[in-house]
């Protein structure tokens, strides 16, 4: 049982890190983080990143379940995988369970959905206080592994873990993270993982030199730097954990890593993972012949080089909620209802449309009775989420709710057809034309009484 397919979900909007040392007249370090944008949570990103993984899924493949790993969720005292189960448009016999509170959740998902055959999601949203280097050091992001025995492209050779009681960094509800001095996490982190590896490589049967690819990532970056420094692999066996570009993604940052040696990885190398999070935890992994017929639909690479979007630091702080302005003067948003959001799940959640049997016009919503031939419950659903679309007109709102105004809202016409108003995002309203290309991307629309109002938006395609 090993990885069939794999994605990776990279927001596109960026904060400089010198821009948060001007703000706050203090050094905070060099290089972007990746920010996840107003309408992002750890659970929509979850949804994004899974939603690659699913496109390279081998024909045929079913997840026996879904595990979504987070320490940042989207609800407490609710299942937030449940979400991202039905944005999938999974079947209904597939289960989904959460595994949030802590870092070390995502090797614990991995680890109980690999032998499982599972979709196991990791996401994390990474803030600090101003000034921080939880804020200048984090980063948002999310990754999927589709665990499978045909086609894999990795075979799990060994595992080893090491678990020790100690307070390096924690978090109340409500409250951001603290961290203890630096110095005690290095001494507490060190043994620990030396001990995992250790014993990782000799379940392996091999030494350190016959790594390929060593990533060792943590909640403690210095603590990182001096294990992955000791373990004694070969200078280029080294990876480039990504953290100058896109920051410390928590949960999800050593898959991420590991998705992007896998992208240009050749079949027989060895892959040595260690994660330092409340302890450590080596992983060591063999590609097959399997991983040269295999690209993932979005690699890391490609979304790296892809157009981003520079987030102003007033900006970013308005976003985590450390910045409180002046809303829009307009009525605040009502919080959705439960029972019509359960009525219509397969629409809100999985942007499923109908199309008649009878003339073949397809319809969004959904409905009953065919505009065009008047056909009555002759309907077949249709999953539009991964349909692209041309925009058709669009107005800029200056004047609705939103914590990133203005609202760009436009008309999209379908390919195969299909004709829907939605909101756009990631995008600058002064480019926006008729005509452009989009692609539909889960959001949360807004947060209303506690509850996440989540649907679809469209934002410019891939390469448009």
């Not at 070969?234 to 040696?261: C, F, K, Q, Y």
């Not at 002064?430 to 005509?435: E, N």
Request: net charge negative; glycine share 10%.
């Amino acid at each position: 049982m090993g990885i069939v397919s794999y994605g990776t979900y990279l927001p596109s909007c960026r904060l400089d890190r010198t821009n948060i040392g001007k703000a706050l007249g203090a050094p905070a370090g060099k290089g972007t983080r990746s920010v996840a944008s107003y309408d992002e949570d750890t659970t929509t990103m979850g949804v994004e990143a899974a939603r690659i993984a699913l496109a390279g899924a081998p024909a045929g493949w079913r997840p026996s379940m879904v595990l979504f790993a987070t320490s940042d969720p989207a609800y407490l005292d609710k299942t937030n995988a449940t979400a991202i189960h039905a944005a999938l448009g999974l079947d209904r016999s597939i289960a989904a369970y959460d595994m949030v509170g802590s870092v070390r959740s995502g090797v614990g998902a991995a680890r109980a959905g690999a032998p499982a055959g599972a979709l196991v999601i990791q996401a994390d949203i990474r803030t600090g206080l101003p000034g921080s280097a939880d804020e200048a050091q984090g980063g948002d992001g999310a990754v999927a592994f589709c665990y499978g025995t045909e086609g894999s492209l990795t075979d799990r050779v060994s595992f080893a873990s090491t678990t020790s009681e100690f307070l390096d960094r924690w978090r109340i509800p409500g409250e951001t993270s603290k961290q203890w001095e630096e110095r005690f996490g290095e001494r507490a982190y060190v043994p620990l993982a030396d001990e995992a590896v250790t014993d990782a490589l000799k379940q392996a049967g091999i030494t350190a030199d016959a790594v390929d690819h060593l990533i060792v990532t943590g909640v403690h970056p210095r603590a990182a730097r001096v294990v992955a420094a000791g373990i004694g692999v070969r200078p280029e066996a080294m990876v480039d954990d990504l953290t100058s570009v896109i920051g410390n993604t928590g949960t999800p940052h050593g898959g991420i890593v590991l998705t992007d040696v896998l992208d240009r990885a050749k079949p027989g190398e060895t892959i040595l993972l260690v994660s330092l999070a409340d302890g450590a935890d080596a992983t060591v992994t063999r590609t097959t012949d399997a991983i040269t017929g295999y690209t993932a639909a979005k690699t890391v690479r490609q979304q790296l080089a892809a157009p981003t979007i520079d987030v102003p630091y007033p900006t970013f702080l308005t976003w985590r909620g450390q910045l409180h302005r002046e809303p829009p003067r307009r009525p605040d948003p009502e919080r959705p209802a439960a029972p019509v959001s359960y009525r219509r799940e397969e629409w809100k959640f999985g942007f499923s449309g109908s199309r008649c049997e009878a003339c073949g016009t397809r319809h969004l919503p959904p409905a009953r009775v065919c505009v065009k031939c008047n056909a009555v419950d002759q309907m077949q659903d249709e999953r539009l989420a991964d349909v692209q679309g041309t925009i058709a007109t669009f107005t800029v709102d200056r004047l609705a709710f939103s914590l990133s105004p203005p609202v760009v809202a436009a008309v999209i016409d379908f390919d195969g057809g299909g004709r829907f108003q939605c909101g756009m995002t990631d995008v600058d309203p002064a480019t926006v034309k008729i005509g452009d290309r989009v692609e539909m991307t889960f959001r949360l629309v807004y947060t209303a009484d506690g509850i996440h109002n989540y649907f679809w938006k469209a934002r410019p395609a891939a390469g448009a």
